[in-house]
């Protein structure tokens, strides 16, 4: 059976995250009845990234295997036809060979989380940022943001039922930048745990008011003690932006 490397963006906001559950519509599962739809039978979405309620992708690599060879374009537009009226797009589509798998090919993903930090209430980035009224120093999170790269145990910033093996992870970057009322904090890793991103963004936002410092940052990292997270920030700053291979 041929197999499709498939390029994704949608607003999480109406999902109940990526992997198929229960509870809700998600995102793996619209996918797949767009595949049923165009396939005939059904086929497994297989995703880079399982992705939470209510957090963004611009661009989530997926593979499934198809019963017929497709032209790429062709199969782009025919899932996307698919996929109407919800917020999920396919926006490349291409033919891989057997042995790629879009989690387990991966040898790089990249997250953008996004915070708009004035006083107003949000208009057109509602539901797509953290809103937070209270000044941040942007220069003085990514000071303290570099205390975090490298590889560590990152136990502290990692959800309570997270299932990966190991806390260890090497964090390759992760940069905090302002742009007007925008600060966001761009990070890269192989694979992160879950909830990691938003974990260290939610600390760092407590650098930005002041209530901690960077020293606070690290020996929180040190504690190896999700109690001394400061906070997790919310899903719908949060952005899968692409994925390396």
Request: proline share 4%; aromatic share 6%; with cysteine.
């Amino acid at each position: 059976m041929p197999r499709y490397a498939l390029t994704i963006e949608y607003d999480g906001g109406p999902f109940v995250g990526w992997q198929r559950q229960a509870n809700g519509m998600s995102v793996q599962q619209r996918l797949e009845e767009a595949v049923l739809a165009i396939n005939g039978e059904r086929g497994v979405i297989h995703g880079a990234g399982r992705t939470d309620a209510g957090v963004h992708a611009l661009g989530q690599v997926a593979h499934v295997d198809l019963v017929r060879e497709w032209r790429v374009d062709r199969l782009r537009d025919a899932l996307n036809a698919h996929l109407k009226p919800d917020p999920i797009a396919v926006v490349d589509a291409r033919a891989v060979g057997g042995d790629f798998e879009a989690r387990f090919s991966a040898i790089r993903r990249h997250y953008r989380y996004v915070i708009d930090n004035r006083r107003a209430p949000l208009t057109v980035t509602l539901g797509r940022a953290w809103h937070v009224k209270r000044p941040l120093d942007a220069d003085a999170m990514h000071e303290a943001a570099q205390r975090l790269v490298g590889r560590y145990d990152f136990t502290t910033f990692r959800a309570s039922e997270c299932q990966a093996n190991s806390p260890i992870r090497t964090l390759e970057k992760l940069d905090v930048r302002r742009e007007g009322d925008r600060i966001e904090i761009v990070t890269c890793a192989r694979s992160f745990l879950h909830n990691q991103v938003r974990s260290m963004a939610g600390s760092l936002e407590h650098v930005g008011t002041g209530k901690w410092t960077a020293d606070d940052l690290a020996e929180a990292l040190a504690a190896k003690d999700r109690a001394r997270c400061g906070q997790v920030a919310p899903p719908h700053g949060l952005y899968l932006v692409a994925v390396d291979y």
